[in-house]
């Protein structure tokens, strides 16, 4: 497992970027998380907010993701439970 603390890098062509990513070749897949309550970064719950698909080929530290956004949450939540009885659905900042 490696961490990397990136900041925003914008967003090419509908994807997310991630600038100060050193993450090259083999690095597809990786997930990128933050705590789900950014100001209490001790608290062990963490959100999937998108996952290494590319770097680009025209900056050194830039990382490339799909953005996760509720068209995702919605996908998740079909596949976690298709008869729709389940009252855990995933939800953005559910508490």
């Known amino acids: 497992m490696y ?3 990136g900041r ?3 967003r090419p062509n509908g994807l997310l970027g991630m600038k100060g990513n050193p993450m090259t070749d083999g690095s597809s897949g990786g997930a990128w998380i933050r ?5 209490d970064r001790d608290k062990d719950t ?20 799909p953005v996760f956004d509720q068209k995702t949450i919605d996908l998740f939540n079909d596949v976690l439970d298709v008869s729709r009885e389940n009252p ?8």
């Open 3 to 5: 961490g990397v603390d």
């Open 8 to 10: 925003f890098g914008g």
């Open 46 to 65: 963490f959100l999937v907010v998108g996952i290494h698909i590319t770097s680009s080929t025209s900056e050194d530290d830039l990382a490339l993701s």
């Open 88 to 95: 855990r659905n995933c939800k953005p900042n559910n508490k």
């Open 35 to 39: 705590p789900k309550n950014v100001t």
